[in-house]
């Protein structure tokens, strides 16, 4: 009976040494900092395609929201002690947003101070894919040092 009792008290002990958030809330393509208890050994994102999680040091986080939805995070320490986790809602940041709306066609710009197109699901696919290609090209010329080799 006193096993039990040891093996309750140490698990109510570190669930609560756990630090956690009801839910952290980052627009897209832009980051939030997350300041964690103790130093982090791993952290994990339950699907990267939504968020990605960078670190600076044991004790800040930096969580970046990719593309609209949900998904979770989790900090654990050396010991596989978890120390943080919240749910994770990427949301669009809507300031600044026009959506032109002629007939079926959509396209939508983000003006701040002036307009440029941005993607966004459920835009015009030619739009949405000439916007990517553009994209895709900086980022290729970058990776390249932008020697375009």
Not at 23 to 33: F, K, N, Q, S, T
């Amino acid at each position: 009976m006193s096993r039990l009792f040891a093996l309750a008290a140490l698990l109510a002990a570190s669930l609560a040494g756990a630090a956690s958030a009801d839910v952290v809330r980052v627009p897209v393509d832009h980051a939030e900092v997350i300041r964690l208890p103790r130093d982090a050994a791993t952290v994990i994102i339950g699907n990267p395609l939504i968020a990605d999680v960078t670190a600076h040091n044991g004790r800040m986080i930096f969580l970046t929201g990719r593309t609209f939805g949900a998904t979770n995070i989790m900090a654990f320490d050396s010991e596989d002690v978890q120390i943080f986790q919240a749910s994770v809602e990427v949301v669009g940041a809507n300031s600044n947003r026009v959506t032109m709306q002629r007939g079926r066609v959509r396209e939508t710009y983000r003006c701040a101070p002036r307009c440029e197109s941005v993607p966004v699901v459920g835009d015009e696919p030619e739009h949405f894919g000439e916007l990517f290609d553009a994209s895709q090209a900086v980022a290729d010329a970058a990776s390249q040092g932008g020697s375009g080799q």
